[in-house]
């Protein structure tokens, strides 16, 4: 029978960058019961985005950062600056990444590859509170 369930997983980054939060996404997909399915992951925010990245080389990780950084720089010709420098350079990198993910289930388990993790990509320097929404649906 076909079942689904939802949660909303609140994240506070520690700083702008990369924050792996795929234990607790496998810990919800565990708790509810579901077999074979689909997950969404969903950000709630236009200055934060999801990734699907490498997660055991932190080296990738700086280097995605670094990149990001590069063509979204905070002293760029921007017109829109309303919550500081890092305002506008955090859309932009949202809209080049993602803020939904889909990411199929199968035997109760998350179907990533070997070195792929979930990760919030916080964009601001001063961190908010960021709700991520994960909806699992399937038997």
Do not use: K
């Amino acid at each position: 029978m076909l079942r689904q369930t939802s949660a909303v997983l609140l994240i506070r980054a520690s700083r702008s960058g990369l924050h792996e939060f795929t234990i607790r996404v496998r810990d919800f997909v565990a708790e509810s019961g579901i077999r074979e399915g689909l997950l969404t992951i969903f950000c709630r925010h236009t200055s934060a985005s999801l990734l699907i990245q490498e997660n055991a080389a932190s080296a990738a990780r700086r280097d995605i950062e670094a990149y990001f950084t590069r063509i979204a720089p905070e002293d760029g010709p921007y017109e829109h600056d309303d919550e500081g420098p890092d305002d506008m350079p955090a859309h932009i990198r949202s809209a080049l990444t993602a803020t939904q993910l889909s990411i199929p289930v199968q035997d109760g388990r998350l179907m990533l590859g070997t070195w792929q993790g979930i990760f919030l990509f916080e964009h601001r320097h001063a961190t908010p509170e960021r709700e991520i929404v994960l909806h699992l649906i399937g038997e």
